[in-house]
C-alpha cells in the first residue's frame, strides 16, 4: 500500500514563508495554505460523519479552517509548539468537531464519544470513510467491479480492527503523515508508531486478500 505523495513545502522554504504571511503578505498567505488544502480534504473525507455526507461540502471545512489559521497565524509564527501542518490539522479538526455539533444536535453524543480517544484534536477515521478510499483506489477490473456487499463486508472488516489500528492507518496510508507526524498526533513515541502501522498494515493486507480485492 503506497502512500499517496502531497505537494509539499520544503523545509528551508516554510520558516520565511511563514514569516511573510504572519506579517500580512496575501501571497505567501494563499501558497502557504493552498499546499496543504489535498492532505486537509483528505482528513476531512475521512473522518465525516457519514450522516452529513452530501450536505457539507469538506472544502467548506478547509476554508473555515483556513480562515481561522488566517487569524492566528500571527501568533503561532511568534512562538511555534508544534510542526506548522499538524497545528493547522488540529485547527480543521476542531472545524469538524464544530460542524458535527452543528448539524447532529443530540446525536453529537456519539461524535464526543469517537473524539474522546483522539485526545478532542479530530474525530476518528470512520470504517465506511476508509472502505471507500481503499476501493476507490483499486484499478484492476476484478477490483473496479467490487460489489456492494463486498464493500459492506469491507466496512464491517475494518470496523472490526482495533480503532488505534484503524486510526494509524489513516494517518499514515491515506492522510501521508510521516510516522513522525503520526507519533506526535497518537501522542506515543515514534518507535511504537512504526510497529503500530506495520502491524496495522500487515492486518489490512489479509482482510484485503481474505475478501478477494487484492491477491
Known amino acids: 500500500m503506497a502512500m499517496e505523495d502531497f505537494p509539499s513545502i520544503a523545509d528551508d522554504d516554510l520558516q520565511p514563508l511563514l514569516d511573510r504571511a504572519a506579517g500580512g503578505e496575501q501571497s505567501a498567505m494563499t501558497e502557504l495554505l493552498e499546499c496543504y488544502r489535498p492532505r486537509l480534504k483528505r482528513m476531512v473525507r475521512a473522518r465525516l460523519n457519514q450522516r452529513l455526507r452530501g450536505r457539507i461540502d469538506e472544502s467548506d471545512i478547509v476554508q473555515d479552517a483556513y480562515l481561522e489559521a488566517a487569524k492566528r497565524l500571527k501568533h503561532y509564527a511568534s512562538a511555534p509548539k508544534a510542526p506548522f501542518f499538524l497545528w493547522l490539522r488540529k485547527i480543521t479538526g476542531q472545524r469538524i468537531i464544530d460542524v458535527h455539533r452543528r448539524h447532529l444536535g443530540a446525536q453529537a453524543r456519539d461524535v464526543r464519544a469517537e473524539v474522546s480517544f483522539h485526545r478532542g484534536r479530530a474525530p476518528m477515521a470512520t470504517s465506511v470513510s476508509l472502505a471507500a478510499a481503499l476501493l476507490g483506489g483499486l484499478t484492476s477490473p476484478t477490483q473496479a467491479a467490487a460489489k456492494a456487499e463486498q464493500r ?7 470496523a472490526a480492527m482495533e480503532p488505534f489500528d484503524r486510526e494509524i492507518l489513516s494517518l499514515r496510508h491515506f492522510e501521508s503523515l510521516s510516522n513522525k507526524e503520526a507519533a506526535a498526533e497518537l501522542g506515543i ?13 500487515r492486518r489490512l493486507k489479509v482482510i484485503l486478500e481474505d475478501l478477494g480485492i487484492v491477491e
Open 189 to 201: 513515541e515514534q518507535d511504537a508508531a512504526s510497529k503500530r502501522y506495520l502491524r496495522a498494515a
Open 152 to 158: 459492506l463486508a469491507l466496512q464491517n472488516a475494518l
